[in-house]
């Protein structure tokens, strides 16, 4: 079997991400070998993925090998063609003047998984896909004991398509009306499964979903991404995404109020990272204090529709900010126990955050 090195050490450098490493079943890479292509298979039980490359063989054949050790060897080998031979449980892996054989798994010990979920036939523009991950996934809680805030509410329907965030104290909220389906979908994602897909490494504009109860398959060029769903109930987040009798506060631009707000966190208590906000006419003063009498003061000017305090996550409101940094956000509040709302300016899509005060 012949294989052009490069094309197979890329497949496998990409792929080895998604193995586990407390098993060598886990650990390994399944080749099912069959019609000039090889696909490549790894998995951890929760995330897997799958890439086809091409190859000179005429055999058909799964093996079951180290995807680590296979990428060493091909890495440290300079031939651009790289020759397999399947011996005795055993590759044998030749270029030039180079031999090497490694052992082989059982193939049948691999984890069967994801092998029945339907075709991905929805359509996405992977450029819409990345804009809303970029905007949602900072929102998502760390850790939880609830599993859904770990993961991003994904809903497409004859609405739309959106995604939603949330750690319980805010929440982030994106919808693009551009993609449509007839027949709703709505489903939990988890989290590290969306930062994989920001690193899909292809050029194409458009990916395709495919979905489950339980799996969801993405798929992008010669590249299947796979992942287990999060069985929960997300919070019901649409009235407070509907929200429209909140007054407006004020008008700001997102780089100014990050700056102010970094030049007074340093004062904050550990895991307290409580800001004073100060709406004063043309005035916005933000500050923050500690124990041990420590403080600190920023004013920026604004555009402030009305006086009023707010106490709000510093930390929080500046990993929002840095996703919408070149605009310019509304401010809308009606009292102080409600949650505070904030939109950006000039954007094609529906984008909005929200973050609860702290009494």
């Given amino acids: ?97 180079y031999i090497s054989q490694i052992k082989t798994y059982d193939h049948n010990l691999f984890p069967d ?97 495919g979905i489950t109860n339980d799996y969801l398959i993405v798929e992008a060029g010669n590249i299947k991404l796979f992942s287990r769903l999060i069985n929960g109930r997300f919070p019901d987040y649409k009235n407070i995404i509907q929200n429209t009798e909140n007054e407006k506060l004020a008008t700001i631009e997102a780089d100014k109020l990050s700056k102010a707000i970094k030049k007074v966190l340093f004062v904050t208590e550990k895991g307290n990272h409580s800001v004073i906000f100060n709406f004063d006419g043309e005035n916005l003063s933000i500050e923050s204090s500690n124990e041990e009498g420590e403080f600190a003061k920023e004013m920026i000017k604004i555009e402030s529709v009305k006086n009023k305090e707010l ?6 409101l500046v990993e929002y900010l840095s996703t919408v940094i070149d605009h310019k956000i509304d401010l809308f509040c009606d009292s102080d126990d409600n949650p505070v709302q904030f939109i950006p300016h000039g954007i094609e899509y529906t984008l909005k955050y929200i973050q609860m005060p702290i009494n």
Wanted: glycine share 4%.
């Fill in 1 to 97: 079997m012949l294989i052009e090195k490069y094309i197979f050490e890329d497949a496998l450098k990409y792929l080895i991400r998604f193995t586990d490493k407390r098993t060598s079943i886990l650990e390994s890479v399944l080749m099912d070998i069959k019609n000039n292509s090889t696909t490549l298979f790894t998995t951890d039980t929760k995330i897997g993925a799958k890439i086809t490359v091409p190859i000179i063989s005429s055999d058909e054949k799964i093996v079951c090998v180290s995807a680590n050790r296979l990428y060493n060897i091909l890495y440290l080998i300079d031939n651009h063609e790289i020759n397999l031979d399947f011996i005795n449980g055993n590759i044998k892996i030749s270029a030039g003047s």
């Fill in 113 to 209: 998984l994801f092998n029945d979920i339907p075709e991905a036939n929805i359509i996405l523009n992977k450029e819409i896909l990345h804009k809303a991950l970029e905007k949602v996934l900072f929102a998502t809680a760390k850790k939880s004991f609830k599993p859904e805030y770990e993961g991003i509410n994904l809903v497409i329907n004859n609405k739309g398509l959106s995604f939603c965030a949330t750690n319980s104290f805010r929440l982030s909220y994106f919808n693009d009306q551009t993609t449509t389906i007839e027949k709703e979908i709505n489903i939990i994602v988890p989290k590290q499964f969306l930062l994989e897909l920001l690193g899909i490494p292809i050029d194409k504009e458009q990916i395709k979903i």
């Fill in 311 to 316: 106490k709000l996550n510093g930390k929080m």
